[in-house]
T-cell receptor, first 116, second 116 residues
Framework: GAVVSQHPSWVICKSGTSVKIECRSL??????MFWYRQFPKQSLMLMAT?????????EQGVEKDKFLINHASLTLSTLTVTSAHPEDSSFYIC????????????FGPGTRLLVL | AQSVTQPDIHITVSEGASLELRCNYS??????LFWYVQSPGQGLQLLLK??????LVQGIKGFEAEFKRSQSSFNLRKPSVHWSDAAEYFC??????????????FGSGTRLSIRP
């Protein structure tokens, strides 16, 4: 149980294009999902907290117009990197909590983004 | 503010030897503590967690961790490591009250290598 999937697993795009990453909780409902960014050999840095049916809460220093988050249902949150640039290349990981139960976060497998 | 320190960036142990990964946290109240493992290019897998109760916590894959309030530590141990344990290990502390919207703060990680 508590499986989180991400799609795509990797993506290569040209500079200036937008990229959408999906995060799904497969066997549970998640009122809250989290988006992280991880640079090579570094820890995870929380970008934003995504709540179903409401606006995401962004961490300090994260551009909300650059990283658009939509949490349209209890099982799906999307992160769109708008007008991507090479410095946006990173490993993006989402996580989700099981609604109504403990506050343990279950992580997706990550999406590797390379912007050329 | 909450923080997590993993003082060892990289540890190498021989296969079959015992392992202890250190983690120290800073938090004003009783923390929610986690250990996650990340294989290269993968998402994070929860090894174990501590919310309350018995301070010695058993996890998956033969790992255990002990919460020591007096030392603000939550060290991860395994009596005999296997080559498949080579990975990056992250200690984390849960922030805020007991709710599904709580954030997790990650340590910088410890990379574990196994010597044949």
């Amino acid at each position: 149980g508590a499986v989180v999937s991400q799609h795509p697993s990797w993506v290569i795009c040209k500079s200036g294009t937008s990229v959408k990453i999906e995060c799904r909780s497969l066997d549970f409902q998640a009122t809250t999902m989290f988006w992280y960014r991880q640079f090579p050999k570094q820890s995870l840095m929380l970008m934003a907290t995504s709540n179903e049916g409401s606006k995401a809460t962004y961490e300090q220093g994260v551009e909300k117009d650059k990283f658009l988050i939509n949490h349209a249902s209890l099982t799906l949150s999307t992160l769109t990197v708008t007008s991507a640039h090479p410095e946006d290349s990173s490993f993006y990981i989402c996580s989700a909590n099981i609604a109504g139960l403990e506050e343990t976060q279950y992580f997706g497998p990550g999406t590797r983004l390379l912007v050329l | 503010a909450q923080s997590v320190t993993q003082p060892d960036i990289h540890i190498t142990v021989s296969e079959g030897a015992s392992l202890e990964l250190r983690c120290n946290y800073s938090y004003g109240a009783t923390p929610y503590l986690f250990w996650y493992v990340q294989s290269p290019g993968q998402g994070l897998q929860l090894l174990l967690k501590y919310f309350s109760g018995d301070t010695l916590v058993q996890g998956i894959k033969g790992f255990e961790a002990e919460f020591k309030r007096s030392q603000s530590s939550f060290n991860l141990r395994k009596p005999s490591v296997h080559w498949s344990d080579a990975a990056e290990y992250f200690c984390a502390v849960g922030e805020g009250p007991y709710s599904s919207a709580s954030k997790i703060i990650f340590g910088s990680g410890t990379r574990l290598s196994i010597r044949p």
